[in-house]
């Protein structure tokens, strides 16, 4: 991930507690975990839209549910 820079910040408790699980779950540094959650942000507010991984869930649930999708529209 290349340089890093020291920063110091605020945040609510419950929000360090569950980065710092889910760290702890996928046996990552905080750190990581982290700066994933920071780089995503950045990326949804950029391009004001969906993730990819986000968009093919949801496209692979219009073709496996298509007919139930038209049922429920009527």
Not at 7 to 29: D, H, N, W
Not at 45 to 64: D, I, L, N, Y
Request: hydrophobic residues 40%; positive net charge; without cysteine.
């Amino acid at each position: 991930m290349g340089n890093r820079e020291k920063f110091s910040s605020q945040a609510a408790p419950e929000v360090l507690a569950a980065l710092r699980k889910i760290a702890e779950q996928e046996g990552r540094q905080f750190q990581a975990v982290l700066d994933e959650a920071l780089r995503e942000y950045i990326e949804r507010r950029e391009q004001g839209r969906p993730r990819r991984h986000v968009m093919t869930a949801f496209a692979e649930s219009v073709r496996e549910f298509d007919a139930l999708y038209r049922e429920l529209a009527k």
